[in-house]
């Protein structure tokens, strides 16, 4: 049985790894400070023996000494995420993805335990080479629009993550996340899927930002998590940096028709300037695609979803709660069509 650490274990990915985890049997230990994580995530999991939940921040210093000392992995996912948010708190932002991260590090290195460093696609900033790969040059925007410092502050975690393996022999893999989504990710801080999917459950226009035309991909949670524990039980992967996500592309106007097609919604597609959804002179990503080649190679991994099944599941997941909010049933028509026997496109 090995221990695990996984910091950020009550957010919406750290709480999935734990369920795989403990399905593996690995004993976990989940420090989260619930800025972004909620108890909820993780509450199906606090009876587990194996399972043990501390309420603390990456900054406490002793605190995650005390936690890595005994573990034998680190799953380092403890971030400040979500373009909203970053927005919103930008000192928490810089101070928890640059500090927090090199406690981590620093302690992963000095107890010679391995980790997993959580990092993110936002990494190759308004880049316009598509797709994405590992070794592509970033391109960033100015620091006077904030939301690069989420860009900016996880790029220092992984030259550090990566300084800390050169000089330190710290055994470090880093997995670049892209969009990912499924049940339990909140739209809270932003996140289109379960905002666009919340928003046609209870009849309201779905809030498509600048012309739509801007494409994303998704993957699933579970093909997700599935990534980084193949990568972890791979040794040739340490040291190195991958892409995680799911090559899909999709426009986020079509995304929003997917999701009204399949909730059978009548909410109205609203398009809202940019200007007005963040602050202004905001920066979007024209296109976020990524190129899947080296985990592929390295690991056999390819993701198991598509945008469909992964939309499907979400219906699913948020039916049930967007119900006890609006107080009412939701309506036969506005189940997801993958739910209705015999539905077609
Ligand atoms: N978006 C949108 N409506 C929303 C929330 C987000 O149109 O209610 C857009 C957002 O501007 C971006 C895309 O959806 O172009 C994905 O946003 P998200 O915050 O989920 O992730 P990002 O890829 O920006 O990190």
Redesign the pocket.
């Known amino acids: 049985m090995r221990k695990v650490l996984v910091t950020g274990g009550a957010g919406f990915i750290g709480s999935h790894l734990c369920e795989a985890l403990l399905q593996r049997g690995d004993e976990v230990f989940v420090l989260d400070d619930l800025s972004t994580g909620q108890i909820e995530n993780i509450a199906h999991l606090r009876n587990r023996k194996a399972f043990h939940f501390t309420l603390g921040s990456i900054l406490d210093f002793p605190l995650l000494e005390s936690l890595i000392k005994k573990t034998d992995l680190i799953f380092h996912l403890a971030a400040v995420?979500?373009?909203?948010k970053i927005i919103e708190v930008p000192v928490d932002t810089i101070e928890i993805n640059v500090l927090g991260s090199h406690n981590v590090l620093n302690l992963a290195a000095r107890y010679r335990k391995p980790c997993l460093l959580a990092s993110?696609?936002?990494i190759y900033g308004k880049s316009t080479k598509h797709p994405f790969t590992e070794d592509d040059d970033a391109v960033y925007g100015p620091t006077t629009k904030s939301r690069w410092s989420y860009a900016c502050s996880k790029a220092i975690d992984e030259f550090l993550a990566l300084a800390y393996h050169n000089a330190q022999d710290l055994q470090v893999i880093i997995a670049r996340l892209?969009?990912t989504?499924g049940p339990r990710q909140t739209?809270r801080?932003?996140?289109?899927?379960p905002?666009?999917v919340d928003?046609a459950l209870r009849g309201e226009p779905?809030?498509?930002?600048?012309n739509?035309h801007?494409t994303?991909c998704f993957a699933d949670v579970s093909d997700v998590v599935r990534a980084l524990l193949l990568l972890v039980d791979r040794p040739a992967a340490i040291g190195q940096v991958f892409n995680v996500g799911n090559p899909e592309e999709v426009s986020?106007?079509e995304?929003?028709r997917l999701v009204k097609k399949l909730t059978g919604s009548d909410s109205e597609i609203r398009l809202?300037p940019?200007d007005q959804?963040?602050q202004p002179g905001?920066e979007?990503?024209d296109r976020?695609v990524p190129n899947i080649g080296k985990i592929s190679e390295l690991v056999g991994f390819k993701p198991s979803l598509r945008l469909r099944e992964i939309v499907a599941r979400i219906i699913e997941s948020r039916r049930e709660q967007v119900e006890e909010s609006v107080g009412l049933p939701v309506t036969a028509e506005a189940q997801p069509h993958s739910l209705r026997a015999g539905a077609g496109e």
């Not at 995420?81 to 909203?84: E, H, M, N, R, S």
């Not at 779905?206 to 600048?210: A, E, L, R």
């Open positions: 995420v979500g373009v909203q993110t696609s936002e892209f969009n989504t739209g801080y932003g996140m289109v899927l905002r666009f928003q779905i809030t498509v930002f600048g739509g801007q994303r986020i106007l995304l929003a809202i940019y959804a963040y905001f979007d990503m976020r």
